[in-house]
């Protein structure tokens, strides 16, 4: 199994940046596609980047393309979000998820969640 816990949440003015955090205690995280989501209070969670397996991170959402980046150490058991230009629409709490089916933007298809840490722009 895989137990994930975010952190590197906080209040940030807009155009300032944050890195968020995601480590994991599992065995097999290697063996997991990594994924960033974020909900918005009202709003679905959505996907916002991702990892493949091999450490692939090349797949983002067009919303923050640019912007943000991913990225993963499998010697640490860690994934990263680096968030740049960070934007008010960009608040949210953001979560960490492990897929063992691959690399896809489609939450149901991530068995492991973290609880998720809460980013707030203001502009």
């Known amino acids: 199994q895989e137990q994930l816990a975010e952190s590197g949440g906080g209040l940030v003015q807009a155009g300032g940046s944050l890195r968020l955090s995601c480590a994991a205690s599992?065995?097999?995280?290697?063996?997991?596609?990594m994924g960033w989501f974020r909900q918005a209070p009202g709003r679905e969670r959505e996907f916002v980047a991702g990892?493949?397996?091999?450490?692939?991170?090349?797949v983002y959402a067009d919303a923050v393309k640019g912007r943000f980046t991913i990225s993963r150490d499998n010697a640490k058991n860690t994934v990263y979000l680096q968030m740049n230009n960070l934007k008010p629409g960009d608040t949210a709490v953001y979560y960490c998820?492990?897929?063992?089916?691959?690399?896809?933007?489609?939450?149901?298809?991530?068995?492991?969640w973290g609880q998720g840490t809460q980013v707030t722009v203001s502009s």
């Open positions: 990892c493949n397996w091999s450490g692939g991170c090349t």
């Open positions: 599992g065995r097999t995280f290697n063996s997991y596609a």
């Open positions: 998820a492990a897929s063992g089916v691959g690399l896809t933007p489609n939450q149901r298809n991530y068995a492991y």
